[in-house]
């Protein structure tokens, strides 16, 4: 049986993300994403943008994920596995 590959958003890669902008017209942001967020009760991914942003290279772009197209990725890199923390006894 062929291995799964779970697709999955990893901090440190880098990504191109057309998303919906004012009067449904695309926005393009390039960057490296940083991680997630929520603003008020949505979702959101948050992007670093790269130089081809210019003045803002170096912003974080937060981006609604209903708001995203599509998602191509430039550079990914592997996810990291969470750590689980150690489990300890705690007397009273």
Excluded: W
Aim: glycine share 6%; net charge positive.
């Amino acid at each position: 049986m062929a291995k799964k590959n779970n697709l999955q958003l990893t901090e440190g890669s880098t990504y191109k993300i057309t998303s919906l902008g004012a009067r449904d017209t695309p926005v393009i942001t390039s960057g490296t994403f940083k991680g997630y967020s929520v603003v008020g009760n949505m979702d959101a991914i948050c992007i670093e943008l790269d130089k081809s942003h210019e003045k803002l290279s170096g912003k974080v772009r937060i981006i609604p994920t209903h708001m995203v197209m599509h998602i191509d990725i430039l550079k990914a890199k592997e996810a990291q596995e969470e750590k689980k923390p150690e489990e300890s006894v705690f007397y009273r």
